[in-house]
């Protein structure tokens, strides 16, 4: 009998699960413990919260962590549930220095967002109950602080210290979102936080915008205009009269050379 020399191909490993392979690492300790290990501390980290929604303050938070004390879980806000964040936000308050700055909506309309959230930032590290030596902030812009301020793109799901300011920032803002719901009944701020989403945006075409909203912010200003017309500043055509002082000046010109 022949026999078929060929050998069963053996079966290909399992892949890896593709979601744990493409999973982004955890926010660390590590550019923290480098400064420690320098001689360099207190470190603080810095993230706001609120620049995109429509209505409410921007909230900026700052944190230096217990190097003996960092509850574990800590990761970007976004990350995390909203139960998750409400048990880190505890442990963080427990065990770290923290505090809160808030950018109101008249701030907001006054100096844009981006400034305002800078000055919210830059006020969180400034009311540190003890003056850091470094900051890391979240985004691309760095602080005006008297200390060194290093600003990292994705900060807060790479450096610890930002991810529990950005836990700190995002559960302030929503519990304020919460309570502002109680007073403007009807917008759904208790659920969407002043996102733009479409029940916020059938809110506005309905009821019109509150004191809360960001007067700038396209979709409320259309809702101003439809709403309360009279509180729209017209604007002022630029060539109004051009015509006619053209005209003016042409016949001018004919008379004078008949």
């Known amino acids: 009998m022949i026999r078929n020399s060929a050998r069963t191909p053996a079966k290909a490993a ?12 955890k926010a660390s300790f590590r550019r923290e413990r ?29 944190v230096i962590l217990d190097p003996d004390r960092i509850p574990r879980g800590i990761d970007d806000s976004k990350r995390l549930t909203a139960e998750e964040r409400e048990r880190l936000f505890e442990k963080i308050c427990a065990t770290a220095q923290v505090s809160v700055a808030i950018a109101s909506r008249a701030r907001i309309d006054r100096d844009n967002i981006l400034r305002a959230s800078l000055w919210a930032l830059k006020r969180a590290v400034v009311a ?25 793109i994705g ?14 920032a995002k559960v302030t803002r929503d519990r304020l979102m919460c309570a502002l719901a109680q007073d403007c009944p009807g917008y759904g ?40 017309p009279w509180t729209v500043e017209p604007v002022r055509d630029l060539f109004a009269g051009v015509d006619v ?14």
């Not at 399992?14 to 690492?25: F, L, M, Q, V």
């Not at 609120?50 to 209505?55: M, T």
């Not at 003056?131 to 060194?148: I, K, N, Q, S, Y």
């Not at 002082?245 to 008949?258: F, G, R, T």
Request: hydrophobic share 45%; glycine share 8%.
């Open 128 to 152: 540190l109950p003890e003056a850091p030596r470094h900051v890391f902030v979240d985004g691309r812009d760095r602080l005006d602080t008297e200390c060194d301020c290093e600003a990292v």
């Open 155 to 168: 900060g807060d799901g790479i450096v610890l210290s930002i991810a529990a300011a950005s836990i700190v």
């Open 189 to 228: 701020f208790e659920q969407h936080k002043g996102y733009g989403v479409p029940e916020h945006l059938d809110a506005l075409n309905r009821l019109g915008p509150t004191i809360h909203h960001r007067s700038f912010f396209a979709p409320v200003a259309a809702a101003r205009a439809r709403h309360m």
């Open 34 to 62: 480098a400064l420690i290990k320098r001689g360099v501390w207190p470190v603080a980290g810095c993230d706001e919260a609120g620049r995109g929604p429509l209505a409410g303050p921007v909230v900026a938070a700052a």
């Open 245 to 258: 002082q053209v005209e003016a000046a042409l016949e001018s010109d004919a008379s004078a050379n008949p």
């Open 14 to 25: 399992p892949k890896k699960d593709a979601a744990r392979k493409t999973a982004p690492a």
